[in-house]
């Protein structure tokens, strides 16, 4: 089935996504799972799962009465999802959430625990202004402070996208004060931002590092022994030791902080460590590469 020609509506969408994670990453799949993710009766559930077999993935499941249950084919392919256990992941964390607020809340899902740092502090008011302003593509003036500026300074933003780095949101926007495209942490700003009616000049497209794309090469750490470079190698599914990682040459600092790579330093320890970028010198920061360190480190 062509994506042209999925269903519309969220909540089917929703409903289709979950019969398929569950089934790939748990092996087993009821209208139980259904009924107590989305509170819909046992007759509709199950008719999502033949909507979801007939419709979108023909042969993907099969019943078997032994386990009273939908397990995945053979042949099983991912058409709603992409396959990957970060999906399961949100699952179980959805479900953690949910746990918290209504006790006897039960998805079906198995115990599990997914660890979360605190977040950062965003005002619902901040976020619904900047929200806004991206959204409409209008300017935005904000009151912005930094661990390298700690008094607060007014300018004038023109934001074109919000980005999340797992515990924390940043914009990314041009800034009129610095004449370039800056990111700017969310709990930053000092004060409710104002959005205003004048149209941004400076889009997505004039960022360029926003639209330029570059290839990040992952590898163990050298200093590992051959042994302990290949256990990494299995845990990211490295082929011939390399990870390949395709990503906006504005989120690189991000992506590496997130697998504990800078650009610069490493850490004395290789068993900390772990991975290392091997292909520093093709990014094509040149001079723009302090800014990204500071950006990652929270500096500005």
Known sequence: MKKTDWPIRWDLLLRYRLIETVALWEGRLTTNHI?????IGRQQASKDINTYLRELAPGNLLYDRHLKGYVPAPKFRPVVTRGEVSEYLDLLARQQ?????????????????????????????????????????????????????????????????????????????WCDSNREFRDFALSRLRTVPEALRQRAR????????????????????????????????????????????RTRAALTPYVLSRMGITFDNEHPDPLVQQLELANPDELGFGSRREQALKAVAGLC
């Open 97 to 173: 959430n949910l746990s918290h607020t209504f006790e006897s809340l039960d998805l079906g899902l198995p115990d599990s625990h997914v660890v979360a740092g605190p977040g950062r502090v965003i005002p619902p008011e901040t976020m619904r202004a900047v929200v806004t302003a991206t959204r409409n593509g209008r300017q935005l003036r904000a009151s912005y402070t930094s661990l390298s500026r700690p008094e607060p300074v007014e300018t004038i933003l023109e934001p074109h996208t919000l980005v999340c780095t797992g515990d924390s949101w940043h914009l990314r926007a």
């Open 202 to 245: 400076h889009t997505s497209q004039h960022d360029e590092d926003w639209v330029r794309e570059v290839n990040l090469v992952i590898t163990p750490d050298h200093r590992l022994t051959e042994a302990q470079q290949d256990i990494i190698a299995r845990d990211y599914g490295m082929q011939g030791g390399r990870l390949t990682i």
């Open 35 to 39: 009924c107590h993710s989305f509170g």
